[in-house]
């Protein structure tokens, strides 16, 4: 399916993507390309309503267009738009969001603020995963191929942060002196699957995962060897994932050396951070994304409530500005997080439930004081319906709602009306170089609606 075309570039597709039409009108994803350039493609799949295509040639370059800064950029899944200039990017992250509210929540002329970048995309992630490949003795560590399982081998990602690709080459190597198989997705067999690591911007120190098939001996001597020779590494811990399955992560975690934790501070508040825990990948543009929603909070405002509360990080630096913060979070590991987190920070005015969202929250509603604050953190696939329903009718003063989802933000925006009206929406750009872009909203009750003011 090699057909040869000549198409101009319209605009950037959500995915990285150069976006064309062809003579037909019909869309055309082309890989590599930039808005405004003309390039020669060949056609690699055709869909009903669209085709995709690989550059060939450049007829015509974008003057935005920038060497990459990654010798593995055309090839790695995880940077969309290291061959853009960054300011560019920036833009169109912006407009992203600001099409998604017109287009899904048809809202006309909506109150997009500035995109707030970073002085520096690169060297921001505090968490990498890395899958393992080749054979044993000859192990690569690295990262998927765009769209695939295949493993690039690398010993540095650019968008982690320097104490994490202080460790990748020497890991490899120790694994290598000590023979333990790589993972074979084919054939099942092998040990090693992949190596996560975090790092904390306040102790520079490391925590390394080891995810493996079953256990072997030289697992222990593979750890004992990190900690001695590597004294970044706080702890090395196992992670147990049997199944042949795309899952990273099995449901067994043990410590093999060293610490189980690290802490990292973020806007003046200490947490928790261990082997499996969510913990934002950016820890500078974390606390520009946390205060916006922080300062966000009423003034005197009794009660709010964090529905997607994780490891409570939010819930705590709310904790400042109300006099309590009911936190809800259905994952039970992230539960047992969040209390060591307000225990840590002492913030006994934060109450942790485990439990789901659209089950509890009607409860709130029915039995307990209506907060004048609620923060949502949602997943990609944003709210609930269940949830929207009930704050349609709790009439809560105002909502707070950190996107990691331009599409998910603007239908649950749309759906909340119009008992809630959209005051203004922050972009962050959270994960510089990739196609993904989050948000604050703030949206306040409808005057129309006749709120009390319940804060």
Known sequence: MANSIIVHIDRMGQHGEGVARDNEGRVIFVAGAL???????????????????????????SPARVMPRCPIFDQC???????????????????????????????????????????DPYGYRNKGQFPWGGTPGQAI????????????????????????????????NMVNELGIPPYDEV???????????????????????????????????????????????????????????NRVLGAETRLLAGQPSIHEDILGKSFVVSFESFFQVNPAQVETLYRLAIDAIPHHTRVVWDLYAGVGTLAILASQHAD???????????????HAN????????????????????????????MPGAVILDPPRSGVLPEVINVLKTAYVNRLIYVSCNPDTLARDIGLLKPQYQLTRVTPV?????TDHVEAVAILDASSAVGVRDMG
């Not at 911007?201 to 925590?207: G, T």
């Not at 750009?429 to 170089?433: G, H, K, L, T, V």
């Open 35 to 61: 808005p405004g350039e003309d390039v020669e493609a060949s056609v690699t799949e055709v869909r009903k309503n669209f085709s995709r295509a690989r550059m060939m040639n450049r007829l015509h370059s």
């Open 141 to 172: 560590l690295g990262l998927y191929a765009r769209g695939t399982h295949r493993v690039v081998a690398t010993d540095q990602c650019d968008i982690q942060n320097a104490n994490i690709n202080s460790v990748l080459g020497q890991i490899k």
């Open 187 to 245: 054939t099942g067999n092998g040990i090693l699957r992949h190596v996560l690591l975090r790092s904390s911007r306040r102790e520079q120190r490391i925590l390394a995962l080891l995810v493996v098939t079953h256990w072997d001996r030289r697992l222990q001597q593979l750890a004992d060897m990190m900690v001695a020779k590597l004294p970044q590494l706080a702890g090395v811990g196992v992670n147990l994932n049997k199944v042949r399955t």
């Open 77 to 119: 899944g995880g940077c969309a738009f290291q061959h853009w200039e960054y300011r560019e990017e920036l833009a169109y992250k912006e407009e992203r969001v600001r099409q998604a509210l017109l287009r899904i929540a048809e809202i006309p002329n909506p109150p997009v603020d500035p995109i707030v970048g970073m002085e």
């Open 429 to 433: 750009d959270m994960f510089p170089r």
């Open 324 to 338: 309590q913060v009911k936190a809800l979070e259905v994952n039970p590991q992230a539960v047992r997080d969040a």
């Open 342 to 369: 307000i225990a840590e920070n002492g913030a006994t005015n934060v109450m942790m439930v485990l439990g789901q969202a659209e089950k509890v929250i009607p409860h709130w509603a029915h039995d307990q004081e």
